[in-house]
């Protein structure tokens, strides 16, 4: 993967000058444009790229949608047809105000995906394709500067899952664009010295069940891991299970006098149903990540991405002498952020 973390020639937040010197600037491709308006569509992004002088420079857009607020995420994920258009624009663009954005732009580097296949691939299957889904929130591929049709599905595409809001029109549930419904306000807590370590509040048992008067669960302990395991060995292991989409939080707590894991990962899903299926699953087929059988429990306190967020962005463990492979992960639709 990239990491988008570093600055790029001009911009900063875009890939660092070391990945391009390296050699590896014909592989970057896609740049991550943050900042929209909240009622930005995808042609309003199509035109603003057309606007900019890349008509037929690019040949995927994409504007995640949260289905419940009818409104984007506040970003879009472009595909170049080459490295030198995707770095003219993101030099040209980052930084600047237009009518698509909410103030200021914010433009980087993909720190995932790169090249249409990949991002066709990525979505293909996703039950953003389903067709419950409206046209108007699904990804777009160009040729030539021309929409075309979005490659068909290799595999059946699971319809997405309806719920009713209390005073609202039923929306859509499930989708991948959902992933980041508006976080309940949290609550002040104090901060704990890093690593912080649960476990004497989990047990096996709260697997099945949620304690009473829970909330929606979101945050699982993955347990009995390999003390050399990394945060991106569970980044990877999540992916390979199709999840890439359906996480925004990762931490691997580090003992740093041992340089090495304590032996379990926190991960905070999107939802309460895609975090009860992987714990159902990772049961049964657990994976090389562990050193035995696996150990999987929701967290007894706290769920959602902006808990995670406030209990760590204080924490000693964000110092800047503290390394940055030690540091918890955080993502929006896939994208590290």
Not at 6 to 22: L, N, R, S, T, W
Not at 90 to 109: E, K, N, Q, R, Y
Not at 172 to 200: M, S, W
Not at 308 to 315: E, G, L
Request: proline share 5%; charged share 30%; with cysteine.
């Amino acid at each position: 993967e990239n990491d988008a973390a570093a600055a790029c020639a001009a911009p900063q937040g875009a890939e660092g000058d070391d990945d391009v010197k390296g050699g590896r600037e014909g592989d970057l491709t896609a740049v991550f444009v943050r900042g929209l308006r909240k009622d930005c569509t995808r042609e309003e992004v199509v035109d603003f790229l057309n606007e900019q002088g890349h008509y037929s420079l690019y040949d995927f857009v994409y504007v995640p949608m949260d289905f419940g607020q009818g409104q984007t995420l506040g970003h879009a994920m472009v595909n170049f047809v080459s490295f030198e258009s995707a770095q003219e624009f993101l030099t040209a663009v980052h930084g600047t105000s237009a009518s698509i954005f909410d103030g200021v732009s914010g433009v980087s580097w993909s720190d995932k995906c790169h090249g249409r296949q990949e991002f066709v691939e990525r979505y293909r299957n996703s039950t953003v394709m389903h067709p419950n889904v409206p046209e108007a929130f699904k990804p777009m591929v160009f040729e030539s500067g021309e929409h075309v049709p979005f490659p068909a599905p290799t595999k059946f595409i699971k319809c997405p899952k309806k719920r009713k809001k209390s005073n609202e029109e039923v929306v859509l549930e499930g989708c991948d664009v959902d992933a980041t419904a508006p976080a309940e306000a949290p609550q002040e807590r104090d901060h704990d010295d890093v690593p912080i370590d649960e476990e004497e509040n989990l047990t096996s048992e709260n697997i099945d069940g949620f304690p009473a008067g829970a909330a929606e669960r979101t945050t699982v302990f993955l347990r009995n891991l390999s003390k050399s395991v990394s945060r991106e060995d569970i980044v990877d292991f999540l992916n390979s299970r199709g999840l890439d989409l359906l996480y925004d939080f990762v931490y691997v707590p580090r003992d740093f006098s041992r340089e090495q894991s304590i032996g379990y990962a926190v991960v905070n899903f999107i939802g309460t149903d895609v975090a009860t299926e992987f714990i159902d699953t990772v049961k049964d087929s657990p994976g090389a990540i562990f050193e035995a059988d696996c150990d999987v429990a929701w967290s007894e306190k706290l769920h959602g991405l902006q808990d995670w967020v406030d209990r760590y962005r204080d924490s000693p463990v964000m110092h800047p002498s503290v390394a940055e492979e030690f540091r918890p992960l955080v993502f929006e639709h896939g994208e590290r952020v």
